[in-house]
């Protein structure tokens, strides 16, 4: 398809024209760049609800749940879900749809998103990605991280309510203590409720929320049992108790905020990419036996560099 | 750079349980390189097409033991053509009768791996049908 009509067909909000877009935009290719300046302006529309949290944690099997909520409240949404992708072949078993029944069942528009060597929990393309659903005119997005590690909250930057899902049985009250993926979330929940720990676990974040400084929105702590389908309704509840709080909250700000570290990331890719071309690799190499003969320090040499 | 994948659909319609083929051939392309986009067990046609053209993939790999492919590979090609994906290619293995496939090819389906076909034969097809 010509980039001229697939604009024409992603304002017509046609479902293939826009699953092109989103595998154009993850392979990062040329004619995104003129795709998306054409339709920026009909982009940003949707509610972004990011779930996070290690894998088996039942984050696809919540997802479900949540879009099914969400369609008896007559909303309409788009899914993205991230897996692994081998860092050994490059490929990727994407098996998430295998956990969303109902929302396959009701038509609701899934894309398994592959991480592609991107670390941190989502890709390097997902904020586009999600702009690339919205022409479909989803109310919400949700969006489903890989499978997380303490160290993953990427998601945080994306997403407008964050839902950590934790389970019992995977370590003491000193993980619960550990920065990273715990203090990202606006919502915590302990899934998997009818695991033996599962109200221990749910004290712990307690105790961990209560010790840290008082902030003005308190994360509340759901437990949930997802294969049941209990405490799916309390959850919805507080993604939209969350909602309400950004939205008195000034949530222009926060998104604002966010694509303001978005740009600058954009930006620094690109100013890194056209000044490394434009010293090019000979120079490098050469700077690099310099160094190595002790002919040069590197600080000098990175200083002769960038003044080219 | 060249960062496109190829995408595979590999689905399990009919109502066999049977899906140990279908998760080998998973495995296989995954270790080719391949993103595999694995939908479970008893989908209909129009399920997996859904899924196909919101994946965006290069192909449907269907997998039947059932005999159910007499009545789900004429549906999923239609389903194809009433959504304007044609050039979504289908490949299909389990159990099909070898007199039967001439016909099945003729209709719409690309390629047909019988049991005992190496992986690696269907890796090396699909690869040489995306370039």
């Known amino acids: 398809?010509?980039?001229?009509?697939?604009?024409?067909?992603?304002?017509?909000?046609?479902?293939?024209?826009?699953?092109?877009?989103?595998?154009?935009?993850?392979?990062?290719?040329?004619?995104?760049?003129?795709?998306?300046?054409?339709?920026?302006?009909?982009?940003?529309?949707?509610?972004?609800?990011g779930i996070t949290g290690p894998p088996g944690a039942g984050k696809s099997t919540l997802v479900d749940l949540l879009a099914k909520t969400a369609i008896e409240n007559n909303l309409k949404i788009g899914i993205l879900a991230v897996d692994p992708t081998s860092p050994f072949s490059g490929g990727a078993v994407l098996g998430d749809r295998l956990r969303m029944n109902s929302a396959q069942k009701s038509g609701i528009f899934i894309r398994s998103v592959a991480s592609r060597g991107h670390l941190g929990g989502l890709t390097a393309t997902t904020r586009f990605m999600i702009n690339g659903l919205e022409m479909l005119g989803n109310d919400i997005t949700l969006v489903e991280t890989v499978g997380a590690g303490q160290g993953d909250v990427e998601i945080v930057k994306?997403?407008?309510?964050?839902?950590?899902?934790?389970?019992?049985?995977?370590?003491?009250?000193?993980?619960?203590?550990?920065?990273?993926?715990?203090?990202?979330?606006?919502?915590?929940?302990?899934?998997?409720?009818?695991?033996?720990?599962?109200?221990?676990?749910?004290?712990?974040?307690?105790?961990?929320?209560?010790?840290?400084?008082?902030?003005?929105?308190?994360?509340?702590?759901?437990?949930?049992?997802?294969?049941?389908?209990?405490?799916?309704?309390?959850?919805?509840?507080?993604?939209?108790?969350?909602?309400?709080?950004?939205?008195n909250k000034e949530i222009d700000e926060i998104r604002l905020s966010k694509i303001k570290y978005d740009l600058e990331n954009q930006l620094s890719q690109y100013l890194f990419t056209r000044k490394m071309i434009q010293i090019g690799e000979n120079e490098i190499q050469n700077m690099a036996e310099k160094i190595f003969n002790r002919e040069i320090d590197p600080f000098t040499a990175i200083e002769e560099m960038i003044k080219q | 750079m060249d960062k496109a994948k190829i995408r595979v659909l590999i689905a399990k319609p009919g109502l066999d349980g049977h899906d140990r083929g279908a998760k080998v051939i998973a495995r296989a392309l995954r270790d080719s390189g391949m993103e595999v986009i694995y939908t479970g067990l008893r989908q209909s046609p129009e399920d997996i097409v859904e899924a196909a053209i919101q994946e965006d993939v290069h192909f449907i790999g269907l997998s039947i033991l059932s005999g159910a492919h007499s009545h789900i590979f004429p549906k999923v090609i239609e389903l194809l053509k009433e959504n304007d994906a044609e050039d979504i290619k289908i490949i299909a293995g389990g159990i099909i009768?070898?007199?039967?496939?001439?016909k099945w090819k003729e209709i719409g389906i690309d390629a047909i791996f019988g049991p005992g076909t190496s992986t690696i034969d269907i890796i090396d097809y699909i690869n040489r049908s995306v370039k």
């Open chain 1, 158 to 247: 994306v997403a407008d309510t964050t839902i950590v899902v934790e389970v019992p049985g995977l370590g003491d009250e000193v993980q619960a203590q550990k920065a990273g993926i715990l203090e990202i979330g606006d919502i915590l929940l302990v899934n998997k409720g009818d695991r033996p720990g599962a109200d221990r676990l749910a004290k712990e974040l307690k105790m961990m929320l209560s010790l840290g400084e008082h902030k003005e929105w308190t994360p509340p702590i759901i437990t949930t049992t997802a294969t049941k389908e209990l405490g799916i309704e309390e959850l919805w509840n507080q993604i939209n108790n969350h909602k309400k709080y950004l939205e």
């Open chain 2, 97 to 102: 009768p070898d007199q039967e496939i001439p």
């Open chain 1, 1 to 49: 398809m010509k980039p001229k009509d697939l604009i024409r067909k992603l304002k017509q909000g046609d479902v293939r024209a826009v699953a092109r877009l989103l595998t154009l935009i993850e392979n990062e290719d040329k004619a995104v760049e003129s795709i998306l300046k054409n339709i920026w302006p009909l982009t940003g529309n949707s509610y972004i609800i």
